[in-house]
T-cell receptor, first 115, second 114 residues
Framework: DAMVIQNPRYQVTQFGKPVTLSCSQT?????MYWYQQKSSQAPKLLFH???????NEADTPDNFQSRRPNTSFCFLDIRSPGLGDAAMYLC??????????????FGQGTRLTVV | GENVEQHPSTLSVQEGDSAVIKCTYSDSASNYFPWYKQELGKGPQLIID?????GEKKDQRIAVTLNKTAKHFSLHITETQPEDSAVYFC?????????????FGKGTHLIIQP
């Protein structure tokens, strides 16, 4: 059974039109991450939450925002998508940062197309 | 910050042969090194990991080795099968608390030739 679920799997949005991607987890993990993966590249961390504490990577554009209303759900909001934002967006969770809780589990991703 | 280099970018092996993928990392504080397998159109799947207090770990046909002094770690797949074809990513992180997410290598496209 899927433990990190991303919806939708495929999303098409218009240039400049706000879009929201969602992620839910059944693992009750403290940490939730959002990664951006462009074609043939490695996943790149955008930001993460430890519980309700939000941590933004220094080079994440302001165009990208996130919300975590509760332990199970996390959302990625792209306020004004540009053509360069077309990518696979991956959500991941881990129980903790340290020790045995470091293992990160990924969802299947949402493929975003900007037209 | 951490920097992870991964080689080769593409690896083609005959079915039944072994495959080895190598990674180096820059931050000597990194102490957790997972390997992920990503099939086309899917999210990365954790296949094996190793911590810095261990030199080698094995799980059936998959093994990972770590050389802390040289700051490199490798993935070994023996008796390769067609379903092993995928992109493999190595990653590194300091898991001592307050850390950011994983730093990934650029990936290796493993092709198993029948």
């Amino acid at each position: 059974d899927a433990m990190v679920i991303q919806n939708p799997r495929y999303q098409v949005t218009q240039f400049g039109k706000p879009v929201t991607l969602s992620c839910s987890q059944t693992l009750n993990h403290n940490v939730m991450y959002w990664y951006q993966q462009k074609s043939s590249q490695a996943p790149k961390l955008l930001f993460h939450y430890y519980d309700k504490d939000f941590n933004n990577e220094a080079d994440t554009p302001d165009n990208f925002q996130s919300r975590r209303p509760n332990t199970s759900f996390c959302f990625l909001d792209i306020r004004s998508p540009g053509l360069g934002d077309a990518a696979m967006y991956l959500c991941a969770t881990s129980r903790d940062f340290g020790g045995l809780g470091t293992e990160a589990f990924f969802g299947q991703g949402t493929r975003l197309t900007v037209v | 910050g951490e920097n992870v280099e991964q080689h080769p970018s593409t690896l083609s092996v005959q079915e039944g042969d072994s495959a080895v993928i190598k990674c180096t990392y820059s931050d000597s504080a990194s102490n957790y090194f997972p390997w992920y397998k990503q099939e086309l159109g899917k999210g990365p799947q954790l296949i094996i990991d190793i911590r810095s207090n261990v030199g080698e770990k094995k799980d059936q046909r998959i093994a990972v080795t770590l050389n802390k002094t040289a700051k490199h770690f490798s993935l070994h797949i023996t008796e390769t099968q067609p379903e092993d074809s995928a992109v493999y990513f190595c990653a590194a992180i300091f898991s001592g608390g307050g850390a950011d997410g994983l730093t990934f290598g650029k990936g290796t496209h493993l092709i198993i030739q029948p």
